[in-house]
């Protein structure tokens, strides 16, 4: 493979989406298939599975060409994948996920009898319900069979969820409201 067709790998891929394109020369075909896979697995807008049926017949260039640059826009600014490592594992998160359930249903079961703390229940439930969102992006940038597109997209949104500083520092929020809870001695 020669550096022009990663040239032309590169010059393809980062244009908007919207830019109009036809396929290469079949002659060329196959090396600049070839190096747009290669360009767009290392960029993390396509996934290694993903490579098998993503820009493998010349017919389809056009149609896989707009959806790898709607990727590469979208993901421009998306965290790396291997961000997900910060965070703890998936088995772990879907524990935190069953209990913040069971406690949002503790929550909803009480609301009916104490309608004098209807109010706070009610807030309890939200900040729960909160977490709960946190948590299970924090799930899907884990979750290993997602496609990396869809683990990015995961990250990125638990980025805005948290902020930056909280982010890139692994700090992440309870998985239920704790300051709900009293210190009982």
Avoid at 5 to 27: R, Y
Avoid at 68 to 94: G, I, K, M, Q, W
């Amino acid at each position: 493979m020669f550096p022009y067709e990663f040239l032309l790998a590169v010059t393809l891929l980062s244009q908007p989406p919207d830019t109009p394109e036809s396929a290469p020369p079949p002659e060329t075909f196959n090396a600049v298939r070839t190096a747009m896979q290669i360009l767009a697995v290392e960029w993390e807008i396509l996934d290694q599975r993903e490579v098998r049926y993503v820009l493998a017949r010349a017919e389809d260039f056009s149609s896989d060409l707009a959806l790898l640059r709607r990727r590469h826009a979208e993901l421009n600014d998306a965290p790396p994948a291997n961000d997900c490592c910060r965070f703890p594992d998936r088995s772990t998160v879907n524990d935190y996920l069953a209990f913040n359930r069971a406690y949002r249903q503790q929550l909803d079961t009480r609301q009916p009898g104490e309608p004098a703390r209807w109010w706070e229940l009610r807030t309890a439930l939200q900040e729960t319900d909160y977490l709960y969102q946190v948590w299970d992006t924090v799930r899907d940038a884990r979750c290993e069979y997602y496609y990396v597109t869809v683990r990015r997209q995961a990250l990125k949104r638990l980025r805005e969820m948290l902020g930056e500083d909280s982010y890139y520092s692994g700090q992440l929020p309870p998985y239920i409201p704790m300051w709900r809870f009293q210190r009982v001695n």
